[in-house]
Structures are given as C-alpha cells and as structure tokens.
C-alpha cells in the first residue's frame, strides 16, 4: 500500500521512538525509501533531537551548584539541630 | 544493571536521610542538578528564576522525603516537584495568562506540518560550540507553547519515558505522543530552515 507523505509526517515521531505499529512501520519505511523530501523531514528532525538534547544548550550558570549546596546545607543543618533538640 | 543498583541505592541514601543523616542529601541530588535546573529554564526563561525554582525544589524535596514512597523514580518525584514549583511561581507572576483548552485539542487531527527540504546534511554537534547555535537552539524550545514545551523537555532533554512522561504531567500516554509529535514537528518546522541557513548554501524548497 502506498501512503501520501503528509500520512506519512504523522508518523515521524512514533518512527524516532520506534512505537510504530509494525504494519505502519512498514508502510512508511517503504515510502522512506524513495520519498527523499520525506526522508530529508526524518533526518532533520532526528538531527535537531540530537542537538538539542546537548548538555551544551542549556548551560549551567557559573556557581549555580555551590550556591545551591549552601542553600541546602542551611536547611540540613537547621533539621539537624530539630533532630538533636528532640528528647 | 546500573539502573537498579542506582535505585538501590537511593533507596539507601534516602532511608539514611530520614533516619538523620541529612548531609547525605547532598550526594542524593547530585546527579539531578543539572536536569532540575534546565526543567525550571525551560519555564521561566530566566536564569536567576530558574535557579531560584531549582533550590526551593531540592528544599521541597528534602523536606516532603519521607512522603516519597519509591513507587516513582526518585528523580521522576523530583521531576514532578520541580515541574509544580515552576507553574505556582508562574501563577504568582501571572505570566500564564491561560491554559490553552488541552484535552479536547489533542484528538482534533490537526497537522503539524514540517518544514519541507530535499536534503539534509547532517549538523555535528562541534557545531554547538557556537554560540550562534546554541541560541537558535534555546530560543526555538523556549518558543513552543507550554503545554509542548514541558512534553518536549520531559521527555527529548530529560530523556524520561513516555510513561514517566504521563506520569508527571497526570496525563495519558496518547495525550504524551501526540503533544510529542506535535512539540518535535514544531521545532523541526521553525530550525530545520534555520539551521540548514547556517549549515551549508545548499538547496532549499521553501513550499508548504
């Protein structure tokens, strides 16, 4: 059976995740193989997951983690002190 | 399997925890630090409001630990803490100005299309060491709307599963992959044409 491209674009990232029912799978691999504006759509889209999944994105502001631990550490040392006072 | 033995792990540390030893938290959230943060990002676009929905998400979770039952991962709770710390704070500032109607839009068979191109040559990821990029990048998933947006970082940033997907947003699984499709179709369509600019001279059919 032959499916038109916007059929097969509905199924672009259900193909990334591989949850593809394996009669649809089928289906848009075969339109895959010779649809190269398609094909194009799935390699871009996979590049962009792949980008933006990089650590290098979002990056962490300079001393977020020391800040964060000190923070953290008044409170730890706050239920400490709750946890010895107790009888 | 290392992911068992994680798990077993905090287990351990958080039984610790709550027994006293509070300083162990430390080490608890270590692993989460990053992914914490970049959740709260992705909501507030501010790096000093997100570090600050970070911390008092790591305080929640130290002080609500011993209501944390493991059915859940660990970090799925945290998860789940972070992504209600960032919605509260955004009602309080209200920059939420409404919830797009969700439910009814999910199964309403309306397209997304991609943005289409008869070629693509694949972008490196050296190509993240510039700056330019990376800012494409960010601004693109900052532009999705929100209820995209937190499906796309759950699952494609946070690398959680579909179902740890559903779990957290208390929505369902079919609810997860059509936002997800729709969110990644999105992105595709507004960077694709970006990012192939900046790749290469090569062609580029902008019909849609």
Redesign the interface.
Known sequence: MVIECKHVWEHISGYLDGTLEPEVLRMVQEHLEHCEICSAILDSTRNILILTADERVFELPLGYSDRLHARLDEELKSAEAVVRKAP | MPEIDESRNEAEMIAAILA?E??R??DL?RPY??SV??MA??FVHD?FDA?EI??EA??KA??NLASFRGEAKFGTWLISITLNEARSRLRRKKLIKMEPLEASNDDDGS?V????????K??P?E???RSE??SL??K??EGLPPIYREIFVLR??E?LS?AETADVLQITVASV?VR??RA??A??KT??PQ??QINSKGRWFPWS
């Open positions: 006293g509070s300083q938290f430390h959230i630090e990053r943060y970049v990002l992705s790096e570090e970070a911390q790591f305080l130290f002080r397209h299309s991609p943005a289409l191109l008869r070629d693509w694949e972008i990821s190509a993240l060491e990029m990376r990048l960010q693109a998933v494609d940033i690398e579909i992959k997800l499709h990644r179709v992105l595709q960077l694709a990012l192939k």
